[in-house]
């Protein structure tokens, strides 16, 4: 069982950042991919970022070049940063770890982010 406790959101200004963290019950090298992921006004949730055990990024497409996913594995911590945020990004976002062996997704309580215009 993953438990992930996510904190760091908040209401800022178009243009600001923030940066979201989220804490992991277990160490992160047992994960195989932590991620974020974001559930707007359309109740769609979609990918924001991921990281692999291994390193590895992937972004969105709309994040890219102002988003920015780390891991403080020290602190079993994965964090997002957020620059130049814009009121599209404005959502609910979630953390994310995925185990391959046996499949299973774990989920955090999600943090609201609002962006202002």
């Known amino acids: 069982q993953v438990q992930l406790v996510e904190s760091g959101g908040g209401l800022v200004q178009a243009g600001g950042s923030l940066r979201l ?5 277990v160490r992160l ?4 991919t932590m991620g ?3 559930q707007g006004p359309d109740n769609q949730r979609e990918l924001v970022a991921q990281i692999t055990s291994g390193g590895s990024t992937n972004y969105a497409a709309p994040v890219k070049g102002r988003f920015t996913i780390s891991t403080n594995n020290a602190k079993n911590t994965v964090y997002l940063q957020m ?3 814009k009121p599209e990004d404005t959502a609910v976002y ?9 499949p299973k997704n774990y989920w ?3 943090t609201q982010v ?3 215009s």
Do not use: H, K, M, T
Request: hydrophobic share 30%; glycine share 10%.
């Open 21 to 25: 963290a989220c804490e992991a019950s």
């Open 29 to 32: 090298v047992s994960i195989d």
């Open 36 to 38: 974020w992921y974001r």
């Open 83 to 85: 620059n130049s945020l």
């Open 94 to 102: 979630y953390c994310n770890a995925y185990r391959g062996f046996p």
């Open 108 to 110: 955090g309580q999600g």
């Open 114 to 116: 609002s962006v202002s």
